[in-house]
């Protein structure tokens, strides 16, 4: 019988990325508090925590993380599909020989994008990597494909693929 683990690994972005984002939300919070403090200070007021208000529930927001499923193949002669089914299908399959979840996490800071990992027992882990989103181009796609290529294996210290893509 197969037991199912799901791990979800949302898309939040970096650190420096987070605070210069924060930074110019506030400054632009502190010019429009200074503006509207001139003619009511009490609406100003109002104003500005209506602005935190939205800004917090932004970045905690669940519509705002993209979440994109990744299949791992424990099988070692399965490979990764040719860049053209890629680009038909937006699926792509890794035959890890090792998986586990702090690998998880360097992968999706190698491809940059949110992933759920879904186990579904030691022999079979099957999982893909899906385009759910319309505005991923065919150059980010291929750019994810490559990146992915030159990953090795944390056991063996092997390239997964071995090469490059063929174009």
């Given at each position: ?29 502190f010019?429009l ?60 399959r ?52 490559e ?9 063996n ?11």
């Amino acid at each position: 019988m197969e037991s199912n683990t799901t791990y979800v690994i949302n898309h939040l972005p970096s650190i420096k990325l987070r605070i210069w984002k924060g930074a110019q939300i506030f400054v632009l919070q502190f010019i429009l508090i200074f503006v509207l403090m001139h003619k009511e200070f009490i609406y100003g007021w109002i104003v500005y925590f209506l602005i935190i208000a939205f800004t917090v529930w932004q970045l905690i927001s669940k519509r705002s993380r993209q979440v994109v499923s990744v299949s791992i193949d424990y099988n070692k002669e399965e490979l990764l599909i040719q860049y053209n089914q890629l680009l038909r299908t937006k699926t792509i399959r890794l035959p890890f020989e090792s998986f586990n979840y702090t690998y998880a996490h360097e992968l999706y800071d190698r491809i940059h994008t949110p992933m759920t990992l879904v186990f579904y027992d030691k022999r079979k882990l099957v999982a893909q990597i899906m385009h759910k989103y319309s505005g991923w181009s065919d150059d980010r796609i291929k750019s994810i494909c490559e990146t992915l290529l030159l990953i090795k294996d944390p056991v063996n210290d092997k390239r997964l693929f071995g090469g490059r893509l063929k174009k």
